[in-house]
C-alpha cells in the first residue's frame, strides 16, 4: 500500500502550511504528495490529475479536509467513487472521521461515509440557492435605490446637443444623427431618453423625428 496526500489552497499567495502540519503523522513521501494552487470550483488541476493516474488499488489517499478536495459536492462525489469503487483505494478525511473508508470496510461504514457526503452536498447546494437569492434580493433593492449596474455610459461627443437638437427639428434623420455621435442607433436612442429624463423635459410622443 502506497500513502498519497494532497493539498490545496485558492492562490498561489496562500500558506499551505496548516495541510501540510496535519499531514505530517503520517510520513507521506514528498513524491507522494500533490499540491494544487487553484480553486476548487472543479478538478481540472494539473497535481490532482496527476495523482489519481497514480492511484492504486489498496492505496489511501489523506486530505486535511473535505473542502481542500474540492468545494462542488456533486463532483467531489464522483470524484469520490472513481477513487473508491474504479480504482479501489481509500480515502481519509483527517477533520471528519467518519470519511475513512480505510477504517471502515463494512457495509455500515460505507453507508456512513455516503450519507455524510450525501448530507455535505445538499448542504453545499442549499447553501449556494441562498447566496443566488441573496444577491437577486440585493440587486433588486439596489435597483430600486437608482444604482445603475454595468459599465459606465461614454460620454458624449461634444457636439451632441447641437446634433440631437438638429435630429428633433428634423433636420438630420437618425442614422445621420447617431452617425454624427459616433453611436448606434439604438445606443443614440438610449442617450435621448436617458437625456429627457435627466432634464425633466417634455418634448411629446412617442415617435422621433427625422427617424426616416
Keep these: 500500500m502506497k500513502i498519497f496526500g494532497y493539498i490545496r489552497v485558492s492562490a498561489t499567495d496562500q500558506n499551505d502550511e496548516r495541510q501540510r502540519i496535519a499531514l505530517a503523522p503520517f510520513s507521506i513521501p514528498q513524491r507522494n504528495l500533490y ?13 490532482y490529475r496527476r495523482m489519481v493516474k497514480r492511484l492504486g488499488a489498496g ?11 474540492g468545494r462542488d459536492y456533486d463532483d467531489v462525489q464522483e470524484q469520490w467513487r472513481v477513487i473508491t469503487d474504479e480504482i479501489g483505494a481509500d480515502i481519509r478525511v ?15 461504514g460505507s453507508f456512513i ?18 447566496i443566488r437569492q441573496r444577491q437577486a434580493e ?3 433593492a439596489a435597483k430600486a435605490r437608482g444604482v445603475r449596474f454595468g459599465k459606465a455610459p461614454r460620454p458624449l461627443p461634444d457636439r451632441f446637443d447641437e446634433i ?19 453611436m448606434s442607433v439604438r445606443s443614440f436612442y438610449e442617450r ?3 437625456l429627457r429624463k435627466k ?10 423625428p427625422g427617424s426616416a
Excluded at 437638437?165 to 459616433?182: D, T
Design 35 to 47: 499540491v494544487d494552487r487553484q480553486s476548487g470550483k472543479d478538478f481540472k488541476r494539473p497535481a
Design 59 to 69: 492505496d489511501l489517499l489523506i486530505v486535511k479536509s473535505i473542502d481542500r478536495l
Design 94 to 108: 483527517l477533520d471528519m472521521p467518519l470519511l475513512d473508508t480505510a477504517r471502515a470496510k463494512d457495509l455500515l
Design 113 to 130: 461515509s455516503d450519507l455524510v457526503l450525501q448530507v455535505l452536498s445538499f448542504a453545499a447546494h442549499f447553501e449556494r440557492e441562498n
Design 138 to 140: 440585493g440587486i433588486a
Design 164 to 182: 440631437y437638437s438638429r435630429w428633433r427639428q428634423g433636420a438630420i434623420c437618425v442614422s445621420e444623427a447617431a452617425g454624427l455621435c459616433g
Design 192 to 194: 435621448t431618453q436617458h
Design 199 to 208: 432634464r425633466g423635459a417634455s418634448e411629446g410622443g412617442d415617435g422621433a
